[in-house]
């Protein structure tokens, strides 16, 4: 388990990274692109030629003699959850960051931005079990403790099971949320309850890899281990034909995951340990706004 020294340190690092990452413009676009849950009830004030007559008060009509609209306004509040993987697999990292250390970062950037329009912001992690939910809430403190909470829970060696975190997020959060799902997506099955879940909330994948999981280095004999069961397995990487098959089994993987995505309408960011992400997070935003 890591200690707390060293977790603050990284909680900190995280937090001067991603505060100059953030900018006035992606603060719009994510205003803009991100809407609340309906109208909210703004003002009572005087009838004037051309409203709406459905809009009338009538009970601030009678008690003034004259007649009186309601005015409502859009209700921009937002309620943005995190389901983050924290199970073996996102410890893994061939430079200088893990997949979990990239889920923080861009748990932190998201949620921040979030923070700055007065949205409340929430997280689940996940492996094959629920390992902790925080209820939605306001402030910056907020922020650092779920950036603490992924840092916290990167020595887990446990599976990965999408499916059981989604029917959680639907069970406890009842009111659409904009939920922002950080995994590297190495399970399978969870297809149908992601999609019911994308009825219900603005889903939008953030899909985490590695470069060394998309082509094996040629290192000769080496020792892999699963970091999710802890099975060793004897791999040859001198052997040009078996890189092939791992380079051509990874990118099957990948194309299979972004074409269900694309096919359901679910919006996606792609994350890479060897990357930066801020224009991924702005393109984003972008094609967002070019379909409303």
């Given at each position: 388990?890591?200690?707390?020294?060293?977790?603050?340190?990284?909680?900190?690092?995280?937090?001067?990274?991603?505060?100059?990452?953030?900018?006035?413009?992606?603060?719009?676009?994510?205003?803009?692109?991100?809407?609340?849950?309906?109208?909210?009830?703004?003002?009572?004030?005087?009838?004037?030629?051309?409203?709406?007559?459905?809009?009338?008060?009538?009970?601030?009509?009678?008690?003034?003699?004259?007649?009186?609209?309601?005015?409502?306004?859009?209700?921009?509040?937002?309620?943005?959850?995190?389901?983050?993987?924290?199970?073996?697999?996102?410890?893994?990292?061939?430079?200088?960051?893990?997949?979990?250390?990239?889920?923080?970062?861009?748990?932190?950037?998201?949620?921040m931005?979030?923070?700055?329009?007065q949205?409340?912001?929430?997280?689940?992690?996940?492996?094959?079990?629920?390992?902790?939910?925080?209820?939605?809430?306001?402030?910056?403190?907020?922020?650092?403790?779920?950036?603490?909470?992924?840092?916290?829970?990167?020595?887990?060696?446990?599976?990965?099971?999408?499916?059981?975190?989604?029917?959680?997020?639907?069970n406890?959060?009842?009111?659409?949320?904009?939920?922002?799902?950080?995994?590297?997506?190495?399970?399978?099955?969870?297809?149908?309850?992601?999609?019911?879940?994308?009825?219900?909330h603005?889903?939008?994948?953030?899909?985490?890899?590695?470069?060394?999981?998309?082509?094996?280095p040629?290192?000769?004999?080496?020792?892999?281990q699963?970091?999710?069961?802890?099975?060793?397995?004897?791999?040859?990487?001198?052997?040009?034909?078996?890189?092939?098959?791992?380079?051509?089994?990874a990118?099957?993987?990948?194309?299979?995951?972004?074409?269900f995505?694309?096919?359901?309408?679910?919006?996606?960011?792609?994350?890479?340990?060897?990357?930066?992400?801020?224009?991924?997070?702005?393109?984003?935003?972008?094609?967002?706004?070019?379909?409303?």
């Amino acid at each position: 388990m890591i200690d707390t020294t060293e977790l603050m340190k990284q909680v900190g690092r995280i937090k001067i990274l991603t505060t100059h990452l953030i900018d006035d413009r992606l603060s719009g676009d994510y205003h803009s692109v991100f809407k609340g849950q309906g109208v909210e009830f703004d003002e009572v004030r005087a009838y004037v030629p051309g409203d709406d007559v459905r809009s009338i008060d009538w009970n601030v009509t009678a008690r003034t003699g004259l007649p009186h609209v309601k005015r409502y306004s859009e209700e921009r509040e937002l309620t943005v959850v995190f389901l983050v993987d924290v199970s073996g697999s996102q410890i893994f990292g061939s430079g200088t960051r893990s997949k979990s250390e990239l889920a923080a970062e861009i748990t932190c950037l998201l949620a921040m931005t979030a923070i700055r329009n007065q949205d409340k912001i929430g997280l689940i992690l996940f492996s094959d079990r629920i390992l902790k939910s925080i209820p939605p809430r306001k402030g910056r403190t907020a922020v650092m403790r779920l950036v603490r909470e992924v840092l916290a829970a990167d020595e887990t060696r446990e599976r990965t099971d999408i499916t059981a975190a989604l029917r959680f997020l639907n069970n406890v959060q009842k009111r659409k949320a904009v939920v922002f799902l950080v995994s590297d997506f190495q399970d399978t099955g969870y297809e149908r309850e992601l999609r019911v879940t994308a009825r219900r909330h603005d889903v939008i994948a953030c899909p985490i890899s590695d470069p060394c999981e998309a082509a094996l280095p040629d290192v000769g004999l080496i020792e892999l281990q699963d970091p999710e069961t802890g099975e060793l397995l004897l791999v040859d990487t001198s052997s040009a034909m078996v890189r092939e098959a791992f380079r051509t089994q990874a990118a099957t993987e990948n194309d299979q995951l972004l074409r269900f995505l694309r096919r359901t309408g679910i919006d996606f960011i792609r994350l890479s340990t060897d990357a930066p992400y801020i224009d991924d997070v702005r393109a984003l935003f972008r094609r967002r706004a070019r379909k409303r």
